[in-house]
């Protein structure tokens, strides 16, 4: 683990505790979720019950209301089945769905930094714009760099991840193509 996060001082037996206590909250997680959904059965099944009684209902009704009852029940027991099977697959999905969201949010901050950096630097020349392209160039090298610094402040920033820079490259290849398709459907021909 520290060597996937060398800027996280902790000792293997830590990191063994913090995977032990992960554990234990999912376990009981997944105890909670069941005396919930075995909660809501029995509340369910009480107030079947009670119309049952206020309804007088037949021999015949009573019958096939508990044939349905009792597929109910066997559907739930296969749910609880797959769950157990199948309980630690839709938590590493979800883990997953929350790591891409992340990485999504993480990609639109660069973006957004490098847009609020680059506005800053041109907002002061004198005349708004970098003279030539290489002042262009080196002002969004810069812009790049101080955004990269800024997502990253809370760790040892001596190497840039190379998956940042293409985000923040297809980012700006992104808004390009938004803003031409704006001026397109602003100033592009009437019919």
């Excluded at 997953?96 to 660069?110: A, G, H, P, V």
């Excluded at 004198?126 to 969004?140: L, N």
Aim: glycine share 4%; with cysteine; charged share 35%.
């Amino acid at each position: 683990m520290n060597e996937d996060m060398p800027w996280v001082n902790l000792t293997q037996q830590e990191v063994e505790e913090l995977r032990n206590k992960k554990y234990e909250l999912t376990e009981y997680g997944k105890q909670r979720l069941k005396e919930l959904i075995y909660k809501q059965d029995m509340k369910k099944m009480e107030d079947a019950a009670k119309d049952l009684v206020l309804e007088n209902l037949t021999h015949e009704q009573m019958l096939e209301e508990a044939e349905r009852r009792e597929a109910e029940n066997k559907a739930l027991a296969a749910l609880d089945e797959l769950y157990e099977k199948h309980g630690d697959a839709m938590l590493k999905l979800a883990e997953i769905e929350k790591d891409e969201w992340e990485l999504e949010q993480r990609e639109r901050r660069i973006l957004e930094r490098y847009n609020q950096f680059y506005n800053t630097e041109c907002s002061g020349l004198s005349h708004g714009t970098p003279i030539t392209p290489e002042f262009q160039q080196a002002m969004a090298l810069e812009c790049m760099l101080d955004a990269l610094r800024c997502e990253n402040l809370n760790h040892e920033f001596d190497m840039v991840p190379t998956a940042d820079i293409n985000a923040l490259i297809e980012g700006l290849y992104q808004q390009g193509r938004d803003y031409l398709e704006r001026v397109k459907d602003t100033w592009g021909p009437k019919e």
